[in-house]
Every structure is written in C-alpha cells, then in structure tokens.
C-alpha cells in the first residue's frame, strides 16, 4: 500500500466526470458500449462521431490525450489479429499495393478494430476517473449479487499483497542464483506457485477470522449510500443518448 | 484471449451473457457450500460468511499467478490460465466465480476484454474451462489408483483438455454470431490448433502446480478430498488406527434442493435454443458446408426421420424461417428435459425401491424408510 489508496489506473482530478455517482458512470459506459456494437460497420462516419463524443467526455474530465492514448496499448494483440483478417477471410477479393484482400475481411478489420478500440476507450475513461472502491460501490449498487462484489473486492484489495508476495518470491529465488530460462525450469516456478496459493488460502482464513471476531456475518455494513439526483442520472446517460442518436442515423441512412 | 467489443455480435454477447449469469447465480450458491458455509453451526441457514473473503483470496491469486511468466525459450514466455487450476485447487463453483470475478475486474479496468463480450469471455474462459477440467479431473481420480501421482496426472489430463475445449466453445460462438466471415474451418483449425499448443503448457504447470500443494498441504486440494488417509499411530512399534475423533466428517453438502438449480438450466437452455437459433445465421453449419462444398452430402441419405415435424430444425407449416428455428429449438429442449427427467427418475425410482427391500430384508419387518 506504499502508493496511497488509488490505485495506479485512476487519475485524481476534481471534473464534473469525476463527480458523478459511480453507478451512473458504470450504467453509461454499459449502455454506450452496447450501442456501439449495434452500429453498422458500413456508417464509417458514425464511429468518428463517436469518437468525437468520448473525447468531449476526455476534454470535461480533463484526461489529457497522452494518457488515453497510452492506456489503448492494451489493444495490440488484437490490432495483430485485425490485420490478419483481410488476408485469411472469404468472398470477392480486391487488389491494394500488390496484396490480393479480401472485401469483407477488410470490413471485418475495421469493424473489430473501430468497435473494440471505442470499447478501450470508454473502458479506460470509466476507470481513470472514478475511484477503485467507488466502481465496487457502483456494482452493488447496479445490482450485481453482494456477494460477488464482496468477492470482488478482496480480490482488489488483496491483488496488490499477493502481487508484492510473488514479487519478494522471486527476489529470493533470485537472490540464490536461480534465473528461468527454459522448459527445464518450470518445476521450480510451478512450486512457487503452489505456495503462493496456499499462502494466499491462509491468508483467506485468517482474513476470515479476523473479521468474524470483528462482528462479521456475511455481509459488509453499508456506510456511505450512494444515491443519484435526476440530473446526474440525465448527466451521465447523455453520453448513450448521443450515441443511440447517432446509431439509429447510421441505420436509417 | 480476451475477445473484445465487437467480435461477437450484439444479439449472440447478451445470450452469452444471460448464460453466464445463470452459471455465476448457480455457483454463487454452490461456492457457499464449498468452502465449508458458516463457522457457526446455529447459523446454518444463512451460511457463506467464509465465502467472500476466501474466494477473494483466490480471485487474487489467480490474478496473480497469471503474471508469472513461464518462459518457453527463444526470449518468449506464457502464462497460466487458471481456470483448471482454480476447478482442482478450490472446486468448480469457487472456480467459477473466481475466474468471473478476475475476468470482471479485467474488463472494468484494465479494459482488458470488452463489456459487451464480457459474457463471452466468462462462458469460454471461466464456465467452460473450469466445468470441463473439474469433470475430466473427478471421473479420472475416481478410476486411478488413489495416490498423489494420479492426481498430478488427472490435473494434467483436465488441464490440457479444458483448454482447447474453451477454444471449442468460442468457436461456437463465434459460428453463430461472428462479425467476420473468415470460414469457419479456418476459426476451428487456428483456435484449437493454438490451443492444444497453449493446453501443453497449462497442463504441465497446472500438474506441477497442484503436485506441489497436494505434497504440502494436501486438504485443500478441493479434488483430492476423497484421498485423506485416516490418521495412524505407531505404539510400540505398531501402527494402530488412531481413534475417530468426535467431529463428524463436512460431508452433507448436497442436501439442498435442486430445483433452482433445474430451473436456471432450463430457463438457459430455452432462451439459447429459442432465441439464440433466432438469430443464428441461415449458412450451413460448418460440418454441413464442408460436406456441401466437398459433395459428400450427395451421398448422404435423406434421414428417417427427414419427413418428421421437426426435421432440419424447423417446424412444419411455420412459414418464418427462424421463428421456425426457434420454435424447433424450444420443442427439441423440452422433449430433451422430458426425457432426461423421465431416465432420472425411473432411476431414482428404482434405486429407492432396491434400498427399501434391503432394509426390510435387513430389519426383517416392514418399516417405512423415509427417503
């Protein structure tokens, strides 16, 4: 817990995005992602408006274009595998550069990649501007189980300790002269492993019982409810109502 | 492989969805049993206050351990998957929620996968993985000799087939609802292909994983629990059978009634068959395209049953082709649940009349047995 309370994805900031409630936020992202994936790949224009709607939403929260770009990198893989697709995919085949493609494979690219990097990039604004234990509350309060969120939240809370247990895991073996290179090595990572997981199991149970001498029953109290006016409610969706807007014009064009 | 936004179209990712929910309510429920319920015994009813911070644990470890890197020579190295993993070491609901709950957090953010494949994700990587791996791991432990070697061997089998089959499950999905229309034998060869390579490698270090914690601590290896020896201690220089303790064994565990269970199956069953086969694609499967393409349905015979009301999928008089389908899909499910309730229960029927003539023959009067 050396680096404060955030975690390293959130970008601290005071913008009307970081303010509203969390489950609206969560509720927002929801329903633009299903909206984008709704749209006809053949409305290129209607990804650039879409595009243009997020960084209106970047430009409010003050999420500088650097960091997006940044966080998009997670995409990589799959842009390898987009551009894959025009070279193995069916159907009639056009001549670009010398390189025999195919139509559809073409349109295939584009619509994995213009609907999965807007889903990136919602996903990345969603978790710059709200708060770890903030996007939990917002879960309940959207009415996942309790108890997966519970879950959930150890998870988090926990991620970090069993990361830093790992790492000091492989400070030791390295520090006695032990370097993975090959197959022939996997025994001895398989074995950290093991114990990691029966550190980490322990760790549970102690964790357990701790809480249960603290008057723990199954279920976290409530302690700040958070609860949403109609105006950040209207706030928060005008982002998919956009969308959808958008959308049904790239239907009916 | 995390499947983004975009890859499975809308109406397919929200049936994937539904089925996921379905599958993490049921587990939900079955992870409270597994991890052993309440410490209270009076507050049996309410149960599961062990389950958050231990499948928590778990969910963290599993996070984790996907970042250590296994390298496989020639500067490239993999990672664990988990999901058998988590099926051996803790069960198969824990599993699944864990591996969820993981894939969850990866969505929301690391947007590590879309929001909308989400579903997709859960049902390949979590449902299926950790359901295949748990199944393929008892049926073995059950028929091997009952040692610490077969388990490492059945936690080798499990993993390595349960890889390939998520790969399986997402080519399906993708069959019915994929945005590009690569064919679909190219899919099948390049998944499960890339998949029994990646299955290899999970199963080695899934084997080596579970052989190490089944050597240290072998009671919670969640599969291996039929394995414990009873305790033995030497008195002079003899090994005697160390006296039962008082505490009974955790064994009552599947006391619960099934119907929500039944019903939760049921209801998924029905919304993929009826509404997903709405949507499918009218193309030929990709078995029938190939048999198309390579004129091996010329000789195929019309089947028997080619002329029954439900032949090829569609019912009769309905002109809509996939109102048809669904249609055909509903009745097919529940002609299946019909059937398989009757097996069930002349099974069950018949098993309960074998242990009622036993104990009369045991008691040597007619007692009710309450079953």
């Known amino acids: 817990m050396g680096a404060g309370h955030a975690h390293k994805l959130y970008r601290h900031g005071h913008s009307p995005v970081h303010a509203l409630p969390p489950h609206t936020k969560l509720a927002a992202v929801l329903a633009f992602v299903v909206v984008v994936v709704s749209t006809p790949r053949e409305a290129m224009w209607a990804f650039a408006a879409y595009a243009g709607l997020l960084g209106l939403v970047a430009y409010t929260a003050r999420v500088p274009a650097g960091f997006l770009l940044k966080r998009l990198l997670i995409e990589v893989p799959f842009v390898a595998f987009a551009v894959l697709l025009p070279f193995v995919a069916e159907g009639e085949r056009v001549g670009v550069l010398g390189l025999s493609l195919s139509v559809n494979g073409l349109w295939g690219a584009w619509n994995v990649l213009a609907k999965g990097t807007l889903g990136v990039a919602a996903s990345v604004l969603l978790a710059s501007t709200t708060e770890l234990r903030e996007l939990l509350l917002g879960l309940e309060r959207l009415r996942l189980p309790p108890l997966l969120v519970q879950i959930a939240s150890f998870m988090v809370r926990y991620g970090d300790v069993i990361t830093d247990e790992m790492r000091r895991m492989r400070i030791a073996r390295e520090s006695r002269g032990f370097e993975a290179r090959g197959v022939r090595h996997w025994g001895v990572l398989a074995k950290s492993a093991g114990a990691l997981f029966i550190r980490s199991y322990e760790r549970g149970e102690r964790v357990h019982l701790a809480m249960v001498s603290r008057g723990y029953a199954g279920s ?34 | 492989m995390h499947a983004p936004d975009g890859f499975i179209n809308a109406p397919v990712s929200a049936a994937a969805g539904l089925a996921a929910a379905g599958a993490i309510a049921v587990s939900l429920r079955g992870a409270r049993r597994e991890l052993g319920g309440t410490s209270r015994s009076s507050a049996a009813g309410s149960g599961g206050e062990r389950t958050a911070p231990l499948a928590g644990l778990v969910a963290a470890f599993i996070f984790a351990v996907q970042m250590l890197n296994f390298p496989v020579g020639a500067g490239t190295s993999g990672h664990l998957l988990g999901g058998a993993l988590a099926a051996i070491l803790v069960g198969p609901y824990t599993g699944v929620l864990c591996v969820s709950v993981v894939l969850l ?267």
């Not at chain 2, 399986?168 to 034998?185: E, H, I, K, Q």
């Not at chain 2, 002109?319 to 019909?338: E, K, N, P």
């Open chain 1, 220 to 253: 976290m109290p409530v302690i700040d409810e958070v609860t949403a006016s109609r105006a950040q409610w209207s706030y928060a969706l005008a982002l998919p109502c956009a969308a959808l807007v958008v959308c049904l014009l790239g239907w009916t064009l």
């Open chain 2, 105 to 371: 957090m990866q969505a929301v953010l690391f947007a590590d996968g879309g929001l909308t494949a989400l579903g997709v994700n859960i049902t390949t990587m979590a449902i299926t993985t950790t359901i295949v791996a748990y199944a393929l791991f008892r049926g073995l432990v059950k028929v091997l000799p009952r040692t610490r070697r077969s388990v490492t061997a059945a936690a080798f089998v499990a993993a390595l087939v349960s890889v390939p089959a998520s790969a399986v499950v997402f080519t399906l999905l993708y069959a019915v609802g994929g945005t590009t229309d690569v064919s679909l034998g190219k899919v099948a060869t390049a998944m499960v292909g890339v998949h029994v390579l990646i299955g290899v490698g999970e199963a080695v270090i899934t084997a080596l994983t579970v052989g190490a914690v089944v050597a240290v601590r072998p009671d919670l290896v969640h599969g291996a629990r039929g394995l414990r020896q009873r305790l033995k201690l030497r008195v002079n220089g003899e090994l005697v059978d160390a006296p039962a303790t008082s505490e009974p064994e955790p064994v009552p565990v599947a006391a619960r009634s099934r119907r929500t269970v039944w019903i939760t199956g049921l209801v998924t069953s029905l919304v993929l068959a009826g509404f997903v086969s709405f949507y499918a694609s009218a193309n030929p499967d990709g078995l029938e395209k190939v048999a198309t393409d390579h004129g091996i349905d010329q000789k195929a015979e019309e089947h028997a049953l080619a002329d029954s009301p439900l032949a090829d999928y569609g019912v009769e008089d309905v002109d809509d082709a996939r109102l048809s389908g669904g249609l055909a899909g509903v009745i097919g499910v529940g002609v299946t649940v019909v059937a398989g309730s009757g097996v069930f229960w002349v099974v069950r029927r018949r098993r309960t009349d074998d242990r009622r003539t036993a104990a009369e023959a045991d008691s040597g009067s007619p007692t009710d047995v309450g079953v």
